[in-house]
């Protein structure tokens, strides 16, 4: 076994192998780009060293940085946990160069599986059924888009190279072909650096079901049964679970066997995911991941392995610790993503620092972050994965909701009240879903909006301790009292507070060691103490997080509210529809426009790469470009102008 192994990653599956190469006596060196310096995966480890700047291209990415920090670190072996250069053959080719032991498939299997296109000619020669498409090498448009008219619309675009949603896009209609093209090619290059693509027919209700399999260098192959992932935004995992709820013990079997089938087809060694689409009784070869999946804990809870252990023994040579005949499945296991976005923004990633953030400590937590740390625009947006198990499907739901409602994030916008709201939904539950389950339940992301009458008497009563323990007051000055008396008049004090959109006018009276709290038509007798408020006759556990605006944490609700001075000058007003920013920082990839253009309403005129996404910015008016503020490359911070209109009409 290994002394010693670099991991060439960061984040939480970083933080993930430094656990199990802890409890295996194995020595871990951390590598890290500027951006991560303090981060988690640099603490955990034994040692770490820097390999450049913060963009991926000249860190992550930097394989002679990576192979130099192997160097003096002495390290045997290199784990690259998945991104990056998980599925790199020249990556392995150049560890093996090195005299390192690349922790992972040999190349000629990633190169055979690695790329989608060549992945289905291999599977289509194998017998395993495919959607319709074209996966062939010429990359001409014009063939490209022929090629999507003889499939039919809709169709899906999807990088070559890729995974993750990179580079994928839905084209329903033969006019929207090539800017989806060219999106998907840009996105493409920036993740995988390969711009190629395939067609297939967008199939409308199918589920994303894929198959864990692991072999060795001794000719043993085995697979750990399935996970369904069919729930997504953006083409892009959210939650999964395993096994599939109501996979037929046949499919499962069928299923299965092909999947084996395609790692011996191609020698393969190490971990890996087959990729299925499943629509109906039938299911099509997708993709193979020649990678440990994000996924991969709801696997290892139903089967009781560690498949980063069985990573490492595969790679110094050992045979599978089991046999196909030894694995079984055992109970059910759900694992969700908590991402820094905004589903109400289609998901936008958010980016900032973590003021406050709260793990459920009933689950397994797959995290590389903690309070205090920065979201930024470099890397993927994930905060950490909750994973639970139980003994069936109904009791894993129950304590994914307990889980949920144990979590909170303060600093960025987060998917949490989504994850919350499909935990909780009769469809989900019923396992009635699909790839489409998000965009045909459009009413989880309709969120509750209206604070609870705790969170602004929390606000309130914090207020006015604040104000109580003013540190310039003169203990025994009467001036310096902060019970609201007054002479002959009832003693009242008034909190201006803002809560989303609304500001709400709270008049807090003295009662004793309590206060009176009107607003609204309510009128409640209130008292925090420590993290406990007491509202009437009911105690409740409440957190509240200081910054520009308190974040009040309550019954399982983030709440943010602003205490206002009502004497202060207004705020001024945002820019409008004739301004284009920035909604994230992030750099500029293309400019579609320049000063004099006329251009319509829901036209793109920049496209901005943030967090390994492209995002299309478009006008918001029929009008003529005045200025263009930024060129390709610049990289721009949240609200930055971009590109000004000279006049338009609102049409």
């Known amino acids: 076994m290994f002394r010693k192994i670099l991991i060439a990653n960061r984040g939480e599956i970083a933080c993930r192998i430094i656990r199990t190469a802890r409890r295996m006596g194995i020595a871990t060196v951390a590598v890290y780009s500027d951006a991560d310096a303090s981060a988690l995966h640099v603490e955990m480890a034994d040692e770490a060293y820097r390999i450049g700047p913060a963009a991926p291209r000249e860190s992550y990415l930097n394989i002679p940085a990576i192979l130099a920090a192997a160097a003096r670190s002495g390290a045997e072996a290199i784990h690259p946990g998945y991104g990056f250069l998980s599925e790199n053959a020249g990556f392995a080719e150049a560890c093996a160069a090195a005299g390192v032991v690349f922790i992972g498939p040999p190349a000629s299997a990633i190169r055979a599986m690695g790329g989608k296109s060549e992945a289905k000619a291999l599977m289509a020669e194998a017998g395993v059924p495919l959607v319709p498409g074209y996966h062939g090498a010429d990359q001409d448009p014009a063939l490209l888009a022929a090629e999507a008219g003889r499939i039919g619309y809709p169709v899906l675009i999807k990088a070559s190279a890729g995974g993750g949603g990179k580079g994928m896009r839905v084209v329903d209609r033969p006019e929207d072909f090539a800017a989806a093209l060219a999106g998907a090619q840009r ?36 697979h750990l049964f399935e996970r369904d992932c069919s729930v997504q935004r953006r083409h892009q995992k959210i939650i999964e679970e395993a096994p599939a709820p109501f996979m037929a013990p046949a499919m499962r079997e069928a299923m299965g066997a092909a999947a084996v089938a395609a790692a011996r087809a191609v020698g393969y060694v190490g971990a890996g995911t087959v990729e299925f689409i499943v629509e109906g009784a039938g299911f099509h070869f997708m993709e193979m991941n020649t990678r440990l999946q994000v996924e991969h804990p709801v696997t290892e809870a139903i089967t009781c392995v560690d498949l ?70 470099d890397y993927d947006p994930m905060i950490a994965k909750i994973i639970v198990h139980g003994a069936d499907r109904a009791t894993a739901l129950a304590r994914l909701r307990a889980a949920l409602a144990d979590s909170a994030v303060v600093g960025v916008q987060t998917n949490l009240a989504l994850l919350a709201a499909i935990a909780a939904d009769a469809d989900f539950a019923a396992g009635d879903f699909d790839t489409g389950f998000i965009a045909r339940h459009p009413d989880l992301l309709a969120l509750d909006t209206t604070p609870p009458a705790a969170a602004i008497a929390a606000a309130a009563l914090h207020v006015l301790a604040q104000h109580a323990a003013t540190p310039d007051a003169e203990p025994h000055s009467p001036w310096s009292a902060t019970d609201a008396w007054r002479m002959n ?25 309590d206060w009176q709290l009107a607003w609204g038509g309510e009128r409640h007798l209130g008292r925090l103490t420590g993290g406990l408020l007491r509202l009437d006759d009911t105690t409740l556990p409440v957190t509240i997080v200081p910054g520009e605006a308190l974040t009040v944490l309550v019954s399982g609700r983030t709440v943010p509210i602003t205490p206002l001075d009502p004497l202060a000058p207004p705020r001024a007003a945002p820019p409008g529809a004739d301004h284009v920013l920035a909604p994230i920082p992030g750099r500029i990839t293309s400019v579609l426009v320049q000063p004099g253009d006329v251009v319509a309403r829901g036209q793109t005129l920049i496209v901005l790469e943030a967090m390994k996404m492209e995002m299309s910015l478009t006008s918001a008016m029929d009008g003529t470009i005045a200025a263009v503020r930024c060129s390709v490359g610049d990289m721009v911070q949240e609200g930055a102008d971009l590109v000004d209109f000279a006049s338009a009409d609102a049409g």
């Open 187 to 222: 996105e493409a290059a920036s993740s995988f650096g390969d711009d190629r693509v395939l067609i297939e027919r967008y199939l409308t209700r199918p589920r994303h079901i894929e198959i864990q399999v692991f072999a060795d260098t001794l000719g043993n192959a085995v």
């Open 489 to 513: 008049l009832p003693g009242a004090v008034e909190l201006h507070l803002l809560c989303g959109e609304e500001t709400i006018l709270v008049r807090a009276t003295a009662a004793g060691e």
């Open 308 to 377: 980063v252990e069985w990573q490492l023994r595969v790679a110094a040579g050992e045979p599978l610790p089991l046999r196909q005949e030894d694995l079984a499945i055992g109970g059910h296991a759900i694992e969700v993503r908590l991402y820094a976005e905004d589903p109400a923004r289609n998901f936008l990633p958010s980016v900032g620092r973590l003021a406050y953030l709260a793990l459920p400590t009933a689950a397994r937590v797959d995290a590389g972050v903690r309070t205090g740390d920065t979201i930024t625009p």
